[in-house]
C-alpha cells in the first residue's frame, strides 16, 4: 500500500530530475502554426510517449489525426475503480519577436523560483507536473485509479482536427473525468479550480486595391490606399464604449447575472491586478462589467496582427496594393463559430466601401465550455488543493480557449477539471515565457492527493 | 561644326551599347534608405562618375554630403554661353515585395518594346539618356553649351543633406538652367512639362500598450489593443469624404484657381485613364476636385506601411503590445513640414486615447516647388520636343515630390525644366519596374535638341 506523503516525498527527491527532463521536452521546437516545424511538433510526440513508457504506462502510441498526431496510453489495472483521463498538449506558440527574449526560447534558463522557456507553462511544465505526480505514485505503490491520457500537438492552433478525431476514436477516451492542467491559477498563493472557458474565431482579413504597389506621389488622393481602408474598416468593429459593433454578434451571449457579479466581485483579479500584469497605463472595455467579467464572461474582438506596405527601416513612398490584419474572436456560451463568421462577413458587406476589394479566411475555430463543478472529480480536487495550500479554491470564469474541453464533454460524455500551475504573469504566448517552480511543485502534490481521492 | 542629326544617327547607332550600359548601371544595388546597401550606393556613384570621365566631363569628383554622395562634374569650354546643370539620382527604392517581381530586380530584362529593372524608369535610364545625349554632341563635334553634372544618392530618402550641401557648396552649381529629367511625362504620345511638384513630410506613428505581448484570451477585453488603437487613429485621420482631419491641414494650402481647373480639365488624365493605370475597382478622394487635381494640386495622408503582432502563417493568439504606421503626406503650395509634423502631433494629442502610449518619429521632409515656366530653358525644351513629338508640350502639376528643385531655386537661384521619359504604368517604386524604350530614345532626341536650342 502506498499512500499520498510517500509520493509527496518520491516527488521532491526527484526535483532535479524532473527539471532536467522538462528542459529535454522544451528543447523539441513544436511549433504547431509553422509547417517548418512539423517534425519537431512530431518528435516532441515521441518524446512524451516514451517518457510514459518509462513510468509504467501502457498501449502508448501516436494517434493520426489527419494533422499532428495524439499521444494514447492508459494504465487499466484497477476494475471497478474511477478512470481519470489526463489531458495536455505537447505544442507551443512560435517565439517571435524573437529578440526580445533574454535566453534561448528552447533552452531552459532557471532563475530564482522561475524556469523560462516557451512550453514552460504553456504547457509543457503541465504536463510535466501530471506525468510526474503519476510517476511519483506508480514507484512508490498501487497507483489508486485507472488513467487514460490524450496528449494533443494542436492546441494552439484551436485542435482543429479534435473533432473528427473524436468522433472516430471517442470510445477510447471514455472516463469519469479528465485532469486538465492547462487553465492555470489566478495566484501562486490562490488555489483556482477554472469553469468556463471561451471559445475561439480566428480570421485573416485581406483588403486589396491596385493591381500592385503604386507611387504614392502619383496616385495618392485618387486610389483608395487599401491600407488606410483596412484601418476604416478595423477600427468600425468596436464603438467607443468596446462594444463590439458585428451585426447580431451578442444575439447569443448569456446575459451576465447578478449572482456571477457578485462572485466575480469576490475574486482578486481587480482593476489594479490587471494594472500591475499588464504594464498598461490605463485599462480599457466595456464600463458595464469589471474587467474579470470582461474577460471571462463577455465576448471579445482582438487585432492579433497587422502587415501592409513597407515595414523596414527608413522610408518608401508606397501606396501599398494591399494589406492584411489577424482577427480573433473569445467568444462565450451560446456564440457559435459559424454565427460570427457569418457576423463579419456581413460586417464586411455593409461597411466596406466600393473603392477597395476584400476577402475573409477562416483560420481556426474553437468552442466556449462550461464545466459542471459539481462532481467526484471536482470533489477530488478541490480537497487535494486545500491538503496544499490549506485553503478552498477560487471558483473563476477564464478567458482563454481550450477546445478540447468542449468537445469532451459534447462527443464522450466527459467532464473536465481545468487547474493548472500557470500564472497570469507567465508571459505565455509571449517573449521570456516562464513558469513559478513553487507553484509547479504544489500542484504535483495537489495531483498526487487528487488521484488518491478520486479512489 | 556638328548638329542635332549627326548626334541623334550617333545615338540611333549607339543603341545596343547604351542598352548594356544602363544595365551595368542597373546591377548596382544603390538602394539608399537601407544601410545594408551603403557600399552599393556608393558604387553606382562612381560607376557614373567613371562614365561622365570616360564620355569626356572635366573634374569629376564625389563630394562628401554626410550621407551618400553628391558626383559632380563640369564641361564649361563655352565662355559666354549658357551653363545648363543635369540633375539626377543614382539611388534606387527597395525591391520588397521580392516575391511579386517577374524577374530579377537588378539584372534587366528586354521584353518588347519594355526593359525592366529596378531603377530603370526612376531613374538610371533618365539618367542615362541625358548622359547619352551628351556623349553623341560630344562625339559628333563642339558642345554648343557649358555643362553641370548633380547626380545625387539620397532622392528617394527625401534628400535629407542637400539642403545643407547646397547651402555649403552652393556656388559650385550655379547655372542658367536645371536639366531635371525625373519628372516623366503623361503618356508616350504626349511630351509634358512638370510645373509643380508636391513636398512630402515622412513620419512613423507608433503605438504601444502593455510591456509585452499578452495571452489576447487572458486579457483581451481589459486592455486597449495597440494593433486596434493604431487603426481607430489612422482611420480618423481622413473623414468621409476622404478630407485630411489633421487640425488645421489646409490653412496654408493655395486655393485652386478657375484658370488651374480649367488647364487640368484639358490633360488626357482622366477618371477613367486612373482606373486603367491602377486596376482599382472605383476612383476615391475628395468629391469637389478632380483626379488630377486630386494628385497635383491637393495635399494627400498615405499609409505607407503597417506592423503590429504576428503577420506570419497561421494563427497566434497575441494582444500585441506595439504597433507601426508609416505615414507620409504629399504636400502642395504653401503647406510647410514642419507645420505639418506639428498638425499630427496636435492631432494625437486631441485623439489618443489614455489607455495607450504614442510617439511620432519624423524619417524625412522634402518641399514642394511650382517652377517657373517663362525661361529660356523651358522655351528650349519645348521647342526641343515639338522637335521629336511634332507637338507642343502638356504642361501639368505632378504629385510626386523632388526635393532638389526647391532647394535649387531657393539656394542657388536655378529653375529646373522637369522632364523625362517616365510613364504613370512604369511601376516605379513597385515590382516589376520597367521602361518604354521608345519613349527612352525619343527623350534621348529631345534633349540633344534641347543642347542646341539653348545656345
Redesign the interface.
Known sequence: MSDAKEAIEYAHANHERFLKELSEFIKIESIS???DYKASVTNAAEWAAEHLRKIGIENVKLMDTGGHPVMYGDFLKNPGAPTVLVYGHYDV??V??IE?WDTPPFETTVKGDYIFGRGTSDMKGQVMATLNAVEAIMKTGDFPVNLKFLLEGEEE??SKNMKEFLKKYGEHFKADFCLNPDAGAISADEPTITFGL?G?A?FEMHVS?????????????????P??A???L???M?DAN?TITLPGFYDSVRVVTDKEREETAKLPTTPES?LK??????????KEYT?AL??GA?P?L????????????????????K????I?C?LVPDQDPNEVYNQLVKYMEMNA?????WEIRR??DSPWAITDVDNNGIRAMAAAMESVWGRQPLYRR????IGVVAMLQNICGVESGLVGGGL?DD??????EHMHLPTWHKNMDAFIHFFFNMK
Open positions: 502554426t509553422d509547417d506558440q512560435p517571435d519577436p526580445l492552433i484551436g471561451r475561439l480566428y486595391g491596385p493591381a500592385q504597389d503604386l507611387h504614392s506621389g502619383l496616385f495618392g488622393g485618387t486610389v483608395h490606399n491600407a488606410q483596412l484601418t476604416e478595423v477600427a468600425g468596436h468596446g490587471y500584469q499588464t504594464g498598461v497605463p490605463a485599462l480599457w472595455g466595456e474587467p470582461r474577460t463577455r471579445t482582438e487585432v492579433n496582427g497587422l502587415l501592409s506596405g513597407w515595414t523596414g527601416p527608413g522610408s518608401k513612398t508606397v501606396l501599398p496594393a494589406a492584411m490584419a489577424k480573433s473569445r466601401p466600393k473603392t477597395i476589394k483560420l481556426h477564464e478567458g482563454g480557449s497570469p508571459n505565455v504566448h509571449s517573449p521570456n
